[in-house]
């Protein structure tokens, strides 16, 4: 019997927030297509069926973890001062990064720390991402120079890649079990900084 049209018999966002937790606690080299197709309960065929390879598989999965994870941080940055844009970003990203709901740390960090020479092209797709996180948060701060929040002279993209900074580090630390409350620590003390920066 023909099974042409028939529809897939997963959810396939279900499926996908399977494999984003494989390669999230593996990375990407490290996430073996057996780990991927017993966590999805999928097998291979279906696998490449709908997703094509493991690395669109992946592309897929870092989008998904993008709309889910990152979200809530860029969303700090509508915040109306810079200072509030910051500890909301840097807040949110600590809770993000310490969450008991999903592995800890950080997709975009711990998916392609360590790519070989042929998956340069994962390493770059995380990059992107980051540098996208990056540009918008120099974005909200260029704005704040213009406003007047925060003096002239400050350098955008140097506070831009500090606070960034702040956050990759933290995914680093969190992975390797530092806690909730220690990452908001360190966040304290970074806003020390950034009020420094405010126009009196």
Request: glycine letters at 8%; hydrophobic letters at 45%.
């Amino acid at each position: 019997m023909s099974t042409i049209g028939r529809p897939r018999a997963f959810d396939e966002e279900a499926v996908l927030d399977r494999a984003t937790e494989v390669f999230w606690q593996h990375g990407y080299e490290g996430a073996s297509l057996s780990a991927l197709t017993s966590a999805m309960g999928i097998n291979r065929p279906s696998l490449y069926a709908t997703f094509g390879s493991k690395e669109q598989l992946f592309q897929r999965a870092f989008a998904r973890y993008h709309e889910t994870q990152v979200a809530a941080a860029r969303a700090a940055l509508d915040k109306p001062s810079a200072y509030a844009a910051i500890e909301a970003f840097l807040r949110a990203s600590a809770d993000g990064l310490t969450a008991a709901d999903h592995p800890a740390g950080c997709l975009s960090i711990q998916g392609g720390l360590a790519c070989s020479p042929e998956n340069a092209g994962i390493s770059e797709i995380l990059a992107a991402g980051r540098a996208a996180t990056e540009a918008a948060l120099a974005e909200r701060l260029t704005r704040a120079v213009d406003e007047g929040d925060l003096s002239d002279d400050t350098d955008v993209p140097a506070l831009a890649r500090f606070v960034m900074a702040l956050s990759e580090g933290h995914a680093v630390h969190a992975a390797a079990g530092a806690s909730r409350e220690e990452l908001q620590a360190s966040v304290d003390i970074a806003l020390r900084a950034v009020g420094a920066l405010q126009r009196r």
